[in-house]
Structures are given as structure tokens and as C-alpha cells.
């Protein structure tokens, strides 16, 4: 099974602040068509996961563009510019690249300081 | 509006069985794969099983393997999860979630299975 590592387990930002949070896999994404399937969710605080960024660096409907993402092969990071209150909660990295089993990273936290 | 319910919920002891479905809403079900995945409490996402659009491919976590069963019934735009032999560990928050673009696109707002005598 790809092992997803992501750090830092939690952080603590001030409004205004930008953070970044870092997603490793154990083998390379990048699928036989070329694309990399690797994918950010937010799970807001006693709410279901939702998408946030796919295939690396494309926003969901609606995502505002402070977030974004960057990354290739196994090394990949999520970027919040200007934090907002509305963004605390966890933040997972995904893979759907390599299946079964699809896994996730363990999650970050995210507080407002 | 896409919109995925689950229902199902309920308390269960350790050896039993129960079913879990999804409605769907808001696009055309029959040509997406669905997932279901599962958040035990306090802890992160495990992905669990993935049918396709048509069903004709299926596939499952070790974790569930041989217990648990993914469905579709695209006429009634509804997923099911049939679950045998229930362990204290699949006690769990299940969310069904549609693939999207490789990913999990959409999520319903989760039906809480707990396994305990």
C-alpha cells in the first residue's frame, strides 16, 4: 500500500498568516496516463471531508484561490495564503493513484491562533 | 446540487449484520464510480471499498475484504454497503463519496456505525 506522510500533525496561524503543509508518498503518483492523482481535503470541524484541490494543483468548485498546490512524484504541499478563520480544521493529502487500497495521510490541524 | 444521503445508522453487536445506502441527487448517478469510506472516531479517513459506474469492477480495502459488499442500483441513483460480521473496529463515521476527476469529488454527511455488545 502507498504510505501517504504528511507534516506538520497540527499548527496554529494567525489570521493573515500563510502556511504551507507538506504531503510525502512512499512510491512515485504519477498514473500510466501521466497524471499525478494526488489530492487535498479539508474536513471542517464536525463536518464531512470536502475536495479542496485535485490532481496536485487544480481547485474544487468554489475553493478560493489562497489555496493551491504544487508538488510531483512523491513530494507534494498545500499552500494556504492569508488565512481565514473559515479554513481551520484538518487537512488530509490523498492518493488514488496506486488501488486498492486509496489512502490518505493522517491529517493536519489547523487552529487559528 | 449534487447531495449524497446516507442512512443506515444504528448500534450493532460484534458478529451482526447491516446495511448502509446513499442516495444520490444533483447529477446523473449512472455514470460515476462511488465510494464508500470510513473515519473511525477521532481518527483519520480509510477509504474502503469503490464500485464502478456500471459494476462491473469492484474494489475493497484488506480491512473489509470477504465481510463487506458494495452495490449500486443506478434506477433508484442508489449505493449500498451490505456489512457482515461486524467487529468492534468497524465502529466508524461512513461517508459515501462520488469519483470525480480521480478523486473524491462529493461526500454525504456520514451515517455513525457502532459495534459493541
Known amino acids: 500500500d502507498v504510505v501517504m506522510t504528511q507534516t506538520p500533525p497540527s499548527l496554529s496561524v494567525a489570521i493573515g498568516q500563510s502556511v504551507s503543509i507538506s504531503c510525502k508518498s512512499s512510491?512515485?503518483?504519477?498514473?500510466?496516463?501521466?497524471?499525478?492523482?494526488l489530492h487535498w481535503l479539508l474536513q471542517s470541524p464536525g463536518r464531512s471531508p470536502k475536495r479542496l484541490i485535485y490532481q496536485v494543483s487544480n481547485l474544487g468548485s468554489g475553493v478560493p484561490d489562497r489555496f493551491s498546490g504544487t508538488g510531483s512524484q512523491k513530494d507534494f504541499t498545500l499552500k494556504i495564503s492569508r488565512v481565514e478563520a473559515e479554513d481551520l480544521g484538518v487537512y488530509y493529502c490523498a492518493q488514488t493513484t496506486h488501488f486498492p487500497p486509496f489512502t490518505f495521510g493522517s491529517g493536519t490541524k489547523l487552529e487559528i491562533k | 446540487e449534487v447531495q449524497l444521503v446516507e442512512s443506515g445508522e444504528g448500534l450493532v453487536q460484534p458478529g451482526s449484520s447491516m446495511k448502509l445506502s446513499c442516495v444520490a441527487s444533483g447529477f446523473t448517478f449512472s455514470n460515476y464510480g462511488m465510494n464508500w469510506i470510513r473515519q473511525a472516531p477521532k481518527k483519520g479517513l480509510e477509504w474502503i471499498a469503490l464500485?464502478?459506474?456500471?459494476?462491473?469492477?469492484?474494489y475493497y480495502a484488506d480491512s473489509v475484504k470477504g465481510r463487506f459488499t458494495i452495490s449500486r442500483d443506478n434506477s433508484k441513483n442508489t449505493l449500498y454497503l451490505e456489512m457482515n460480521s461486524l467487529r468492534s473496529e468497524d465502529t466508524a463515521m461512513y461517508y459515501c463519496?462520488?469519483?470525480?476527476?480521480?478523486?473524491?469529488?462529493?461526500w454525504g454527511q456520514g451515517v455513525m456505525v457502532t459495534v459493541s455488545s
Open positions: 463519496a462520488k469519483s470525480g476527476s480521480g478523486d473524491f469529488d462529493y
Open positions: 464500485i464502478y459506474y456500471d459494476s462491473s469492477s469492484k
Open positions: 512510491q512515485s503518483l504519477v498514473y500510466s496516463d501521466g497524471k499525478t492523482y
